[in-house]
């Protein structure tokens, strides 16, 4: 089976990029279950790429380069937008012109699902959708965009979500009923040479967006509000990217937080490897969110978790016992949480092992192809090409 998966994201560096991580991850799965796997996506101005054995990873120029899709706005950035999409088909026909696709995955429902839907309505190419939760977010309430996605998720033939809470949300758009599908990779070994934690002290450790939806600024205030005694005791290492970055290391400099709180750029999967196993937590503080990468990061390395009651990350965390859930956008129970888990070190071992069993990898790619065998009728007749193609 031929599979093309288009997404928005894809590791720059096989197993060192951590954006889009997950999609390697499963590529990497159906290319060891049989299947031949292209991935399309879109250049990010990387000073270098390296992919993955045995997976065709076409990118293509376009007007952006570097600026992140999720920053472009539709007035100021239309140009660039337009160019992102112009470019895409393109590629995207010169590839299905050459090679005989079974299917397309397409991550996430938008941007990449405008994608799948062109090629289901000009090649014939059938398609599945999977829903981050920000490709719904972001989109539902403008009602340009979500007839968007309405039309998209209709003509989709599988929609997958990686929450039950999110499954409700893509559900409420189309009435083609959608199922859970994880998020989750295999993290590379551990790279130690490059981990600072304070030895003696309980550390703590927050990876993701610096964005408002990711709450690294709530954390920062619950840090704050600790006592005196815990302050000591404890540390904050940050690590991400974003707009808020420049704030965050304001507040910290503003609230004399500079001895216990480091913000830094962006983490390796080696390096945040190696941190998940140096440290005592890692807490989620998110406003809002479905099941992030980083819980079943956390989850492999047996790291116990705090996080925020929203989407279904506080349920499952919750149900499997597998660490704290704090309301969200509440920094004073936060802090009261930390303080627990300070003093009581619980690791939660028995209930991150059970929950792990929802983020298996293999499952995945085998669960994908049973539901493409089943609904996937017969193919559209390509021109067989025996050479890659080269993309514009």
């Not at 938008?110 to 989109?139: A, C, V």
């Not at 954390?219 to 970055?245: E, K, P, R, V």
Request: glycine letters at 6%; one cysteine or more; aromatic letters at 8%.
């Amino acid at each position: 089976m031929t599979i093309l998966i288009i997404t928005s994201s894809y590791p720059a560096l096989y197993r060192e990029s951590f954006a889009g991580a997950f999609i390697e991850a499963l590529a990497e799965a159906l290319v060891q279950q049989g299947c031949r796997v292209y991935i399309v996506t879109q250049c990010t101005g990387a000073v270098a790429y390296r992919d993955p054995p045995g997976v065709a990873v076409h990118r293509f120029a376009w007007r952006g380069k570097s600026k992140p899709l999720a920053n472009l706005s539709l007035g100021r950035d239309a140009i660039s937008m337009l160019s992102y999409f112009r470019s895409g088909c393109s590629a995207l026909h010169h590839l299905v012109t050459s090679v005989s696709i079974d299917v397309t995955l397409c991550a996430w429902t938008l941007p990449s699902g405008l994608f799948g839907w062109y090629l289901k309505r000009r090649h014939g190419i059938p398609y599945l959708t999977w829903s981050l939760g920000s490709d719904i977010w972001q989109y539902v309430h403008n009602p340009i965009t979500r007839r968007l996605l309405q039309l998209i998720l209709d003509d989709s033939l599988q929609n997958y979500a990686d929450g039950y809470d999110l499954i409700e949300q893509v559900d409420a758009i189309s009435p083609t009923a959608a199922s859970f599908l994880s998020t989750t990779r295999i993290l590379p070994p551990a790279d130690h040479t490059q981990v600072r934690v304070a030895e003696g002290k309980t550390n703590f450790l927050f990876v993701g967006r610096y964005h408002p939806n990711k709450g690294p600024d709530l954390l920062l205030d619950a840090i704050h509000l600790l006592n005196d005694s815990t302050q000591c005791q404890t540390a904050f290492h940050f690590f991400g990217t974003g707009d808020m970055q420049a704030h965050l290391q304001s507040h910290v400099q503003a609230t004399g937080l500079q001895h216990h709180v480091t913000i830094s750029g962006p983490i390796s999967a080696a390096v945040l490897s190696a941190y998940l196993e140096a440290v005592d937590y890692l807490v989620i503080p998110s406003r809002i969110d479905s099941i992030p990468v980083i819980l079943s990061d956390a989850l492999q390395k047996r790291c116990p978790v705090i996080v925020t009651d929203v989407g279904d990350m506080g349920r499952v965390v919750s149900e499997h016992r597998a660490g704290y859930v704090v309301a969200p956008e509440d920094p004073i129970t936060l802090a009261q949480i930390i303080e627990q888990a300070y003093v009581q070190r619980d690791r939660h071992e028995p209930g991150m092992r059970d929950l792990y069993q929802m983020f298996n990898v293999e499952e995945n790619a085998n669960r994908l192809l049973r539901d493409i065998r089943a609904v996937v009728g017969q193919k559209p007749k390509k021109i067989e090409q025996t050479h890659e193609p080269a993309l514009p």
